[in-house]
């Protein structure tokens, strides 16, 4: 795992009084335990990898405390854990990374919430939204509506969003239905600080074990025809319960304010960022005391009819601001309004916009509208037009200025990064054969989609590359290429690809890049991850390189045309992609592109190599040059390469004009550099440095004999 | 803006630990008795993307202020930036306003893969950068944190808090932020970067070291083409002996007589010419390239770069993969065509063709080297030799007469032999790209004498040369049809 939870697993700890200071999402952690959770699961994916790593880690003081901890394989089987939950009185907790975890937890979701619970049950969404987000922008909030889950969406705040965390399970219980909430990427990440709890040992746990299973209940199957009496029970007395439980505990909050003609409803995970335009118009102080009446969804379903008309009850109008698309909340209001017969008039997507992340700025603009039409006396005075010029302004002043737009820079693959090699042998290999269809997949591998290397006709979601060029196959003179990460196989593509082709006897050729871990997330562990022993065995190689669990499922399920190559043969990679692309073997093709995943390596490489030094042992490390005289400053060794460390300098060669090559201190010595200098016949300017550390009385003497025969030469 | 918050946007690349500065500015924070809170967006960013981090700081007396998550373009109190570019995206997205905003930025440049990719130069101008943020900043700083953490063996992160710590625009003392510093290295590099900027602040500009003063032969010639003429000299007898030398100057004075050195233009289209003249004149052949790579100096570079400490050993290994193409490149002309002629036939030599592994520094792969290096005493017989020069005075031909011409023309002319470089495929690249250009532009243009918007092709085309390793953009210029449009997924429709 990429970061180390010590500290953090201190906070867990924490008990009545104390404080804890720290990062939202760890927030929640602590607030499962201080609800007595009785097991907690996940899939990883920012923003809520830190959850699920904390957990993993704190395994030993969890059990201490009876609760069960889950690394889940995918997010339905995350969702499925849920399911204990289902028949005995035990709360549960899982996390993943929305919308793609929910879509993929959706099956399980659905016949979770048909039943309903016992114990409470709440998924953590790590709704990756907006800025920062790296997948398809849709709403969780639809899951929600259409399985009948609540999903709470607090004010990002940490004393608010514990809890509400707290209050998740009772209303789960309350109300027997599973319970969803959203936290945005910023609130995941949120530093902030909260009163702590004793922790709440679990009634039924690894502690407290049960006897006896949990008798035979068709009624909690779902499974007809109890699933048409669920439905009813779903939008009914579920419904109602949880209806009650929130007004009762006053989970959405109102704060008044003096213009009673006009009022805002909005999201809590918006309300920051409501505030701070609320300021910036003039209109709230910094301490959040608005002028205009607000009326916060922590919970955004179900909306509680009754507060709603309540809250528009004196009002001329209210706007409803909702993040995403499309408007649900702003259209269930106006049912809510239109249903009751209620005057006020009902404003949202309409002086807002439909779609993207609301900012302050975003919000400051549809106050105004909203204000101008419908509290002219104060919208008329209002400056958000002022301010948006002048945001213009200083935009296009800046643009002007500086003369170019700013280049982008996406994520890149990290320096010594083994994925990076296969690249550029697929580049290479393109070069002789052509552009062959490549289906990308969800991973660090997408990072090839970026310039320098460019690769990608499509990506269908996570493990989905091979499956979704099924059918491109059969139209294309060349075989189609997809490319998954181990992450991605055991996921799902061993599944939804390697069986669908194989059963079907398609072509096509897949590479799975076997670095050993989910390294996109945080390097959490997969059922091929080397283990221990293998890890420490390696020492400085590559610890997947003995790891077979991958190739023996592929034969196991039977595929026939397999090869394992070490990413860092760039040539035997290359020579080994042109094989499966010409092959007369019609069947599906497997290489498995192997090379451990760099940040492991070098955690596990580092304390090594200073304990080596320390003890006076021979160490060599090695590292990657390029000679700026013979460097032309054609730049193609990073067209083929990406590298972070191979960078431009200044020539410093006063006849150059152009930035030559340069390797900077960062380089790890992956020798990349040098299999493509000799791959690609590149150029003659690439060198390869070993320094001996502590040599030996074999290099003494043969330094000694360098010197003396080269002169200087010898270093 | 009627609060008394304090707004801090970090700008840095993942991986850069702006995670930790932003866990130090909350500490200090705290123990300066605020109420604070910060949030970030790291996601893959973490992959050396760009990414941003974002404090909001409570006053002392109001801690019960709503903090917002997101910053506010126009309204962000201090911006502090480990790069030089990500510094630029935060101008360009609006967040910098003279109103309110610090700015400190670290000059250090980590090029982004664009920039880097480029055939030619394509680096995001500096100067842009500090000329935007002076003008719009309430008030900017600019030092290499990269280098300050480096000299005192810490990372940005560290130096990055010194400078923000420094600048002024914190509500409680450097001190106060030092304090959370648990190790002597990160409290070190936060010295010396809150101490430049505070010799900043204190109205010291930032003081960049003189050009040291050549003593340059050809005293009569405008400074630019002086130098140029000085280095290329230079080059030349390095690269052969005094004759080469002097045939490079005969050939540069050329050049010179054929243009009225008060005209800049005029000038300036010579200097360029004669830069490219030497680099071409001292062609990268194998010869060339084993006697760089055996030169005292260069060992010592690697030495120096490589940080070798007292009591390592160093050894330096090559990537060499010589083809028939280079061999026949350096043996007289006879020699090298038979060679090719074999090589065109798919002729197998030994030896060649594979990647070779020469320790330069080592007992055989220096004598080797060296012994490659002494071919250059050959070199006037070689094949290459020969093609090259002649290439070279069919170019400086046409370049005469353009000077004459049509000085806009000849400004492009003189770039042209820019297209040529690299190695193995690179280098045949190039010289497709120039023999293209010279078939079907400058030949023709000197036919018809230089006809209007000629010269504007000539950069065209030696631009798109530089811009794709494909010539795609290049073969477009050349036959004159306009690039297919550049979304994907669009299909042109014809009418039928």
Known sequence: MEVSFAKEIQKLKLGDGDKFEGEGIL???????????????????????????????????????????????????????????????????????????????????????????????????????????????????????????WLMDPRPNLPTIVNMVERS?????????????????????????????????????????????????????????????????????RMQAARGFIAEHELNEVFAGQQRDVGLIVQGGLYNSLMRALNELGLADAEGNSDIPIYVLNVVYPLVPDEILEFASDKRAVLVLEEGQPEYIEQEIGTILRRAGSDAVLAGKDVLPMAGEYKAEVIAEGLGRFLRRHLPQVGNRLEDAAYADEVAVLKAQAADLLKAPVPPRPPNFCTGCPERPFFAALKLTQQEIGPVHYSADIGCHAFATFAPFNFGNSILGYGMSLASNASVASFQEKRPLAVMGDGGFWHNGLLSGVTSRLLNGGDGVLVIMKNGYTSATGTQEVISSPDKDLRLASAEKSATHGETTIEDALKGVGVKWLRTVHTYKVSKMRDTLLDAFKTPFGGLKVIVAEGECQLERQRRIKPIRAKALKNGERVVRQRFGVDEDTCTGDHSCMRLSGCPTLTIKPAADPLKTDPVAYVDNGCVGCGLCGELAHAATLCPSFWRADIVSNPNLLDRLGNWARRTFTGWAGA | MSDNVTRILVAALGGEGGGVLMNWVVSAARRAGHVVQATSVPGVAQRTGSTSYYVEVAPIDAPDTVLGLVPLAGRVDVVVSSELVETARVLAAGYVSPRHTTVVSSTARFFSTNEKIAMGDGRYSKESVRHAVDTMAQASFFLDLGKIAKDNGTFVSATMFGALAACGALPWSVQQSRDVLGDERSRAGFDAAARAVEVIRSGAAEVSAPESAKVLAFAKLPSGLREVMHHGAERCEDYQDVAYRDFFISRSEALIAAIDLSDHRAVHAVTEAVRRLALWMAYEDIARVADLKTRPERFARIRDEVKLEEGQILRVTEYMKPRAEEIADILPASIGKRIMARAQHGGWFPFLGKGRFIRSNGLLGYRLLRLTAALKHIR??????????????????????????????????????????????????????????????????????????VAKRLRDAIGAALADDTHAKLDAVITGTVPEPEIPMLKKVTNV
């Not at chain 1, 945005?184 to 679990?202: L, P, S």
């Not at chain 1, 949990?214 to 009813?232: I, K, M, N, Q």
């Not at chain 2, 007469?401 to 040529?420: I, K, N, S, T, W």
Request: charge should be negative; include cysteine.
């Open chain 1, 27 to 149: 927030a929640v952690t602590k607030a499962l335990l201080q609800s007595g959770v009785t097991y907690v699961g996940g899939y990883q994916g920012s923003p809520i990898s830190h959850l699920i790593d904390v957990m993993v880690q704190a395994a030993p003081e969890m059990a201490d405390l009876g609760v069960y901890v889950e690394a889940c394989t995918n997010e339905a089987s995350a969702a499925a854990m849920l399911g204990a939950s289902v028949m005995y009185p035990a709360r549960g907790a899982v996390a993943w990374k929305s919308i793609v975890g929910t879509n993929v937890a959706a099956d399980a979701l659905s016949n979770l919430a048909s039943p309903g619970v016992m114990g409470g049950a709440l998924i953590v969404l790590g709704e990756d939204y907006g800025e920062g987000s790296s997948v398809i922008q849709e709403r969780s909030h639809a899951y929600a509506m259409k399985s009948t889950l």
């Open chain 1, 169 to 237: 399970f009772e209303l789960s219980e309350a109300s027997n239905t599973p319970v969803m909430m959203e936290l945005r990427i910023r609130a995941c990440h949120v530093q902030g600080t909260f009163e702590t709890k004793d922790n709440v040992a679990a009634k039924v746990s690894m502690k407290e074990v049960l006897a006896e299973p949990a008798p035979h209940e068709y009624e909690r199957l779902a499974h007809p025809p109890v699933t048409f009496g669920h439905e009813r029970k779903k939008s009914g007395e």
């Open chain 2, 380 to 453: 006037r017989r070689s094949l290459r030799y020969q093609e090259e020069q002649s290439a070279i005075e069919e170019w400086l031909d046409a370049l005469l007469f353009a000077l004459d011409q049509d000085l806009d023309f000849a400004m492009g002319l003189g770039e042209l032999p820019r297209v040529r470089k690299g190695y193995s495929d690179t280098l045949q690249r190039g010289l497709r790209a120039y023999d293209q250009i010279m078939a079907h532009i400058v030949r023709p243009a000197r036919g018809a004498k230089f006809h209007a918007g």
